[in-house]
Nanobody
Framework: VQLVESGGGSVQAVGSLRLSCAAS????????MAWFRQGPGKEREGVAA???????SYADSVKGRFTISKDNDKNTLYLEMNSLKPEDAGTYYC???????????????????RGQGTQVTVS
């Protein structure tokens, strides 16, 4: 199983970015998938999660600004990020796996598959 993130970059505050996570070798539709991020000097935190039934959940800090979605045909997870703030900057990781609770609060280590991350800079 391989998860490869893309779409990171540098953007000005209030701008937008769309991150993608291409999943290969994964029984895609039946797992929880999530986005995490780690800012400079901060602990890694969950941002958004999408369950196998399509239900989504978000960290309070991104509600109303970020949207998680997936395309089962393309085996790709997305994170649409709008109204970006400097505090949104960091490395963004996608994760997939069978977890007890498919929510952003679930630990990154609980996911059986994790990507290498893509960098987001907000100035």
């Amino acid at each position: 199983v391989q998860l490869v993130e893309s779409g990171g970059g540098s953007v000005q505050a209030v701008g937008s970015l769309r991150l993608s996570c291409a999943a290969s070798g994964l029984t895609y539709p039946r797992v929880c998938m999530a986005w995490f991020r780690q800012g400079p000097g901060k602990e890694r935190e969950g941002v958004a999660a999408i369950d196998s039934d399509g239900s989504t959940s978000y960290a309070d800090s991104v509600k109303g600004r970020f949207t998680i979605s997936k395309d089962n045909d393309k085996n790709t997870l997305y994170l649409e990020m709008n109204s970006l703030k400097p505090e949104d900057a960091g490395t963004y990781y996608c994760a997939a796996g069978y977890v007890y609770n498919c929510r952003p609060g679930t630990r990154f280590a609980a996911f059986g598959h994790r990507g290498q991350g893509t960098q987001v800079t907000v100035s």
